[in-house]
């Protein structure tokens, strides 16, 4: 059975740092894009950045200059360093994986989310 489990959410002065991890495990054959994704109170969920299998990354506006993802392919792992955080920023922050299992077809997964508090 495939899962993300991400990690590193938490509460952060406005112009501080913070980093979050997603890792994927199971019975995993081949995974493609990955991306974050985050949620704040009465919103709906938004793409911050994604990474394609090969490495090619994709940032919203909001996010541009200030956040950066990156993938570990060998360990499955997919990071966001956050930088310069801005309490518009605070949201859970979703991990998203299109993920082929082995002797199945591929599919999106999500993790459980981890909560960013971005403090003024």
């Known amino acids: 059975q495939v899962q993300l489990v991400e990690s590193g959410g938490g509460l952060v002065q406005a112009g501080g740092s913070q980093k979050l991890s997603c890792a994927a495990s199971?019975?995993?054959?081949?995974?493609?894009?990955m991306a974050w994704y985050r949620q704040a109170q009465g919103k709906e969920r938004e793409l911050v950045a994604s990474?394609?299998?090969?490495?090619?990354?994709y940032y919203a506006d909001s996010v541009k200059g200030r956040f950066t993802v990156s993938r570990d392919n060998a360990n499955k792992i997919l990071a966001l360093q956050m930088n310069r955080v801005k309490p518009e920023d605070t949201g859970v922050y979703y991990c998203?994986?299109?993920?082929?299992?082995?002797?199945?077809?591929?599919?999106?997964?999500w993790g459980q989310g981890t909560q960013v508090t971005v403090s003024s």
């Open positions: 990474t394609s299998s090969d490495g090619n990354p």
């Open positions: 199971g019975s995993i054959f081949n995974i493609g894009t």
């Open positions: 998203n994986a299109i993920i082929a299992p082995i002797g199945q077809t591929w599919r999106g997964y």
